[in-house]
Each structure stands twice: as structure tokens, then as C-alpha cells.
């Protein structure tokens, strides 16, 4: 298994593009969420979804977009970037635990956007 | 608002016993868990607890109290590894949730 990819590892955007954030699984885990991690600071959570169809919004949503459309896949679109989205991105993975699905949760490798 | 209490860094000697705490103000808490991050690395789950009391795997324990709205990783015969960020991170929302802190910086020396 190759867990949760994220592609691609390293962006840099100009102020008001847009671009898509790429993360897969292969652990047919119902439960993804993005998260940004901004330096020296714990990851803050912008968006989730607990299968196919159905996501939510988390801490910090405001700028970004999210579609789940299959189990596997669940991409993080930027509107129209702007300097403070410059950070780190992790997409998340987990199975069902015994309470909800959020609790052992599985990262990918990030990916680090430089918005200039 | 969710917030989670940390000490920013914590310092041991190598083969030494090391407890990293966490207070935390949540609002629908379902439970507390452990994460660990080397530099330029991703997160890694170390532990969950849900209920009260103390859970152990290998080297590493976390603790719980509800009551108290605290809880501690315990990290023993610490090794030059285990030099890393270490993550509490409160599950709420439905248990969908996690809010993290803003993490403690475990320095190990010989």
C-alpha cells in the first residue's frame, strides 16, 4: 500500500491563481481531511469529509474548496491564492474508529506552497 | 473556541524519562490523542485515549482525565530518535474533529 500521496510536494503560485491540491488513499478509508500547518504552529484543520459525497467545513475553510467524489480521492482546491495560504498541506486519511472516524489518522507527505 | 495548552519545548538526556502535558478547553470533547512530528516530516499517530486512566504502548504511555480536561504523554528510555514534535489534538465535532496544539519540541541529548 502506498498510504496517502499528495501531489505535488513543492508549489509556488503568483497572488490570484487558483490550483488544486492533489491526495489519494489506498486504504479505502472513509474519513480525509486537509489540514494546513503554518511555522511553528499545530495543524489547523480546513475542510473533511466522512465518505463520498458528504464533506464539512473545519477551522479554517475560508479560500479553499473540497469535492469528494470517489472513496480514494479527495482534492483541495485554492480559489485565488493569496499570501497568507502560503504553508504546508497535509492530507489525512482514517478508518471508522469505535467513536467517529477522526481519531487515528494517517498523513500524507505534504505538499509546501509558497503563494508570492 | 477549541484551544490546547503545551509547553513549547522540553529538553532530556538520552535513556531518561520524559512527560509532555496538555490542557485543553473543547467544547463536544470525544477524546485525546498523540502525534508526532520529525522536522519536514508528516504527523504520525502515536496514541487515542477516550476514556480516563492510562494507556501503554512500548516506550510510549498517554494519560486522560476528563475531569480535569488534561492529559500527558509519557515517552521512557528516551532515545536521540525521539528528538521531534509532539502533538495532543482534541477530537470533537461528532468525533470528526481534531483541533491540535501548538506543540512541544522534545530536544534529547547524550
Known amino acids: 500500500n502506498a498510504g496517502v500521496t499528495q501531489t505535488p510536494k513543492f508549489q509556488v503560485l503568483k497572488t490570484g491563481q487558483s490550483m488544486t491540491l492533489q491526495c489519494a488513499q489506498d486504504?479505502?478509508?472513509?474519513?480525509m481531511s486537509w489540514y494546513r500547518q503554518d511555522p511553528g504552529m499545530g495543524l489547523r484543520l480546513i475542510h473533511y469529509?466522512?465518505?463520498?459525497?458528504?464533506?464539512d467545513q473545519g477551522e479554517v475553510p475560508n479560500g479553499y474548496n473540497v469535492s469528494r467524489s470517489t472513496t480514494e480521492d479527495f482534492p483541495l482546491r485554492l480559489l485565488s491564492a493569496a499570501p497568507s495560504q502560503t504553508s504546508v498541506y497535509f492530507c489525512?486519511?482514517?478508518?471508522?474508529?469505535?467513536?467517529?472516524?477522526?481519531?487515528?489518522?494517517?498523513f500524507g507527505p505534504g505538499t509546501r506552497l509558497t503563494v508570492t | 473556541g477549541q484551544s490546547l495548552e503545551q509547553p513549547s519545548e522540553v529538553t532530556a538526556v538520552e535513556g531518561a524519562i520524559v512527560q509532555i502535558n496538555c490542557t485543553y478547553q473543547?467544547?463536544?470533547?470525544?477524546?485525546l490523542s498523540w502525534y508526532q512530528q520529525h522536522d519536514g516530516g508528516a504527523p504520525t499517530f502515536l496514541s487515542y485515549?477516550?476514556?480516563?486512566g492510562l494507556e501503554e504502548t512500548g516506550r510510549f504511555s498517554s494519560f486522560l482525565s476528563r475531569s480535569d480536561s488534561y492529559g500527558y504523554l509519557l515517552l521512557q528510555e528516551l532515545q536521540m530518535k525521539d528528538s521531534a514534535s509532539y502533538f495532543c489534538?482534541?477530537?470533537?465535532?461528532?468525533?470528526?474533529?481534531?483541533?491540535f496544539g501548538t506543540g512541544t519540541q522534545l530536544k534529547v541529548e547524550l
Open positions: 489525512a486519511s482514517s478508518g471508522r474508529g469505535v467513536t467517529g472516524q477522526g481519531n487515528e489518522q494517517y
Open positions: 486504504m479505502n478509508h472513509e474519513y
Open positions: 469529509s466522512v465518505g463520498a459525497g458528504i464533506t
Open positions: 473543547t467544547s463536544g470533547f470525544y477524546g
Open positions: 485515549n477516550a476514556l480516563d
Open positions: 489534538a482534541a477530537l470533537t465535532g461528532g468525533g470528526n474533529k481534531l483541533t
